[in-house]
T-cell receptor, first 116, second 113 residues
């Protein structure tokens, strides 16, 4: 069975601080995909990134960066110079590799509050 | 305009009512999903449709009945619900495995009284 653990339930930071959201996963599959989603107060989850299990290169997109370490089964997400608009619940997720659809298991989410 | 549209946004229903949630996407995606989001719990996958065929049913009670009449529409029919079924119901779609994740709708906030 697949499992995603986000140990941080809530985090508060002051604007412009850097913040890292932790994600640890469990799977027996050798091929799988990892995701991060953002859920702002409006409720709609927004896809941020997908990585496959064979690609351990770190990725940077603007103020966002992701650190995938297969050895520790972790896929952490860092926001640099946080802004109030970053306030949201962030979900880490894991998917089996199927050919026709994505069966995604989500973590419980980390609520990030950025204080002005 | 969001790629996945869910209606209604809010729904209050009694335990003896019958109602339906609707989800629509025109992204050309071939897979559609229903998730349930309750407070303090992970998102729970309920149903998956791939190419209009149900491929996953995660031990969901029969009072929830999905329907996928075509690749653009997905329904969740509700009847004789319980108060613990109150939650945010999210619809999502995806282009199969692809390079992107799900595209989610804004959800239907359901309250069972």
């Amino acid at each position: 069975a697949q499992k995603v653990t986000q140990a941080q339930t809530e985090i508060s930071v002051v604007e412009k601080e850097d913040v890292t959201l932790d994600c640890v996963y469990e799977t027996r599959d050798t091929t799988y995909y990892l995701f991060w989603y953002k859920q702002p107060p409006s409720g709609e989850l927004v896809f941020l990134i997908r990585r496959n299990s064979f690609d351990e290169q770190n990725e940077i997109s603007g103020r966002y960066s992701w650190n995938f370490q297969k050895s520790t089964s972790s896929f952490n997400f860092t926001i640099t110079a946080s802004q109030v608009v970053d306030s949201a619940v962030y979900f880490c997720a894991l998917s089996e590799a199927t050919w026709s659809y994505q069966k995604v298991t989500f973590g419980t989410g980390t609520k990030l509050q950025v204080i002005p | 305009e969001t790629g996945v549209t869910q209606t209604p946004r809010h729904l209050v229903m009694g335990m003896t009512n019958k109602k339906s949630l609707k989800c629509e996407q025109h992204l050309g995606h071939n897979a559609m999903y229903w998730y349930k989001q309750s407070a303090k719990k992970p998102l729970e996958l309920m149903f998956v449709y791939s190419l209009e065929e149900r491929v996953e049913n995660n031990s969901v009670p029969s009072r929830f009945s999905p329907e996928c009449p075509n690749s653009s529409h997905l329904f969740l029919h509700l009847h004789t619900l319980q108060p613990e079924d109150s939650a945010l119901y999210l619809c999502a779609s995806s282009p199969g495995t692809g390079t992107k994740g799900y595209t989610f709708g804004s959800g239907t906030r359901l309250t069972v009284v």
